[in-house]
């Protein structure tokens, strides 16, 4: 089936741009830095990172990137973020090249340039990082930088899938219920939105696709892939509502799939009217008790 995405005008890229990285054993240093920077102490922090770099580091100098990203102790810099943050890329540190994605993507530090984007994130995904692969697989789901290829998007997001990426996963049952480059299939569609569902989703605030609570509720509430159950529907309608899901959808993308424009909260009101006032006590009973599956994400162990 062919697949046609216009060009978003927004970016879906999605950073770590935190102080919280893979480190190395032996790392007390670099975790006193971090821990000094979390806490505010931001001349400490640099005083700590400035060493650590002197030492030729790599952790430090994509931590000392991510400072002037963000204008922590020192004037909010671009350029010289990116400029600390290639220098961590060029040694192979994943964390960086997807970083050093998302200000190409940007064109924060450097012109836009969302082709060589593509060829940072690339990297990071080569080496297994999930927020990279699904940064990836967006470009080329969406036509970002590279041509429109919902095929090779689904490789890359099967890839997150199986390091529990809740969002790949949400992307996935998204592409079984609407037939994108695999057969349609609703209980498939079900069962990886029920997967994603169960953990706390990764990315509330996209637009582009409801999270996979409220996609989930949808197949409840009509029945597909599932037996009808609006109990269960208004239950996880609750849930995606207290996740964020709170928006419309992109009135782009949203075209693209035929998403929803309902937002849960008015989801979650046109149920209750068609519902008893036992079966809306026990869809908030459900709510209430229920509890996401902790994720556990190994992360290759990247170069120093």
Known sequence: MAVVFRKPLISFAVSLWTLVSVLPAGAGQLEDAQAAVNAGDYVTGLRLLGTLVDQDNT??????????????GVPQDYALGMRWMRVAADKGLA?????????????????RNEAEAVKWFR???????????????????LG??????????????????????????????????????????D????????????????????????TPQYNIAAM??????????????????MLAAASGD????????????????????????????LMTSAQIVEAQKLAGEWQPHPVVTIEPRQKQ
């Not at 997807?98 to 450097?110: C, K, M, S, V």
């Not at 009509?222 to 609006?230: E, I, Y």
Request: charged share 20%.
């Open 187 to 210: 209980a498939e569609a079900f069962r990886w939105y029920r997967l994603a569902a169960n953990k706390v989703y990764e990315r509330p605030g996209d637009t582009w696709i409801h």
């Open 220 to 237: 409840y509430a009509s029945g597909r892939g599932t037996a009808q159950d609006n109990v269960r529907a208004l239950m996880w309608f």
């Open 59 to 72: 952790y430090a100098e994509r931590l000392l990137g991510i400072m002037y990203i963000k204008g922590l």
């Open 246 to 273: 709170t928006k419309p959808p992109d009135p782009v993308a949203g075209k693209l799939v035929d998403t929803p424009k309902y937002t849960a909260l008015e989801q979650r009101d046109r149920l209750v009217a």
């Open 95 to 111: 964390d960086a090249q997807n970083e050093i994605g998302i200000l190409y993507q940007r064109g924060w530090g450097a012109a």
């Open 123 to 141: 990297l990071a995904a080569d080496q297994g990082m999930v927020v990279a692969q699904n940064n990836l697989a967006d470009t080329y789901a």
């Open 144 to 185: 970002i930088g590279v041509p429109q290829n919902f095929a090779e998007a689904l490789k890359w997001y099967r890839l997150a899938a199986e390091q529990s990426s809740s969002y790949a996963e949400n992307v996935i049952g998204l592409a079984y219920e609407h037939g994108l480059t695999v057969a349609k299939d």
